[in-house]
């Protein structure tokens, strides 16, 4: 055999070489998308963004329907709450803060608190709760201070503190410096502290789980549940126990 038959025998005898397989790992963007925002959550109680910035997170340029509802999906099968909710007509630059808590309202909100309280006062809202009777704005002698309600039946002192959407710690710590107003100045008499807010948010209801025991259970919260098209108004309880094992993974990472 010629050195050059030789040559052409090896050159087909020789294996084809093997393709390299470049395995692609397909990075899940919603996943991290998730867990960055539960890190997030676990450091501040919330994940603040604007819309057009959470749209861009989960990989969409326009909001439609169909994207709307696979990221509200996305939030909720990680048991994750956007409020304000996320709909069609939310302003592209609007600032939702995303929770693991169940933040929401109850049913429509008023423009303003003043609106609110009149439509209160109106309906004789907490009569449903044992308060046949309240006074509006009362300010007590030689306090600035003003209550949004004041009641007195029974021999027990009402205070009822009204916020339109929120009420946070600020609004528990108001309703506790009424109390010692009321304390003061009627020394062992009964006081009934109540809150209303329009909506079950994150920072009320830690700043009432961070209370003692004693004085937690003397906290009255309500969710106003207002059906603007009925004309109706309601008042929801926010039973302690439905929420206070939402705290125990987060409270050492938040005090």
């Keep these: 055999m010629t ?13 084809e070489p093997t393709k390299q397989i470049v395995k692609s790992f397909k990075v899940d963007k919603h996943h991290d998308v998730i867990n960055n925002y539960k890190v997030a959550i676990g450091l501040g109680g919330y994940k603040s963004i604007k819309l057009c910035n959470l749209m861009r997170d ?71 709760i044992g308060v046949p009777c309240v006074t509006r704005e009362k300010s007590p ?41 009321i304390k003061n100045r009627y020394p062992g008499e ?22 003692m025991q004693e004085e937690r259970e003397k906290i009255e919260w309500y969710i106003y549940k207002y059906d603007k098209k009925a004309d109706t108004i309601s008042l929801v309880s926010m039973n302690y126990d439905s929420y206070k094992n939402y705290f125990a993974p987060h409270i050492t990472t938040m005090n």
């Design 190 to 211: 009964p006081v009934r502290k109540i809150l209303v807010t329009g909506i079950s948010d994150f920072w009320t209801a830690y700043a009432i789980h961070g209370m």
């Design 58 to 128: 989960f990989g969409y340029k326009k909001r439609g329907n169909a994207n709307l509802e696979k990221i509200n999906y996305l939030l909720k099968n990680q048991k994750m709450f956007c409020y304000p909710f996320i709909k069609m007509n939310t302003d592209w630059k609007e600032n939702l803060r995303i929770y693991e808590f169940p933040v929401k309202a109850e049913g429509d909100l008023f423009e303003d608190e003043l609106m609110l309280q009149e439509y209160m006062n109106e309906k004789h809202l907490f009569s449903s």
């Design 141 to 181: 002698n030689g306090t600035k201070d003003r209550f949004d309600f004041y009641g007195h039946f029974e021999g027990v002192h009402v205070i009822i503190e009204v916020k339109n959407k929120d009420g946070g710690k600020s609004a528990v710590e108001q309703l506790l410096r009424y109390n010692g107003i």
């Design 3 to 15: 050195n050059f038959a030789a040559k052409i025998r090896r050159f087909f005898d020789k294996p």
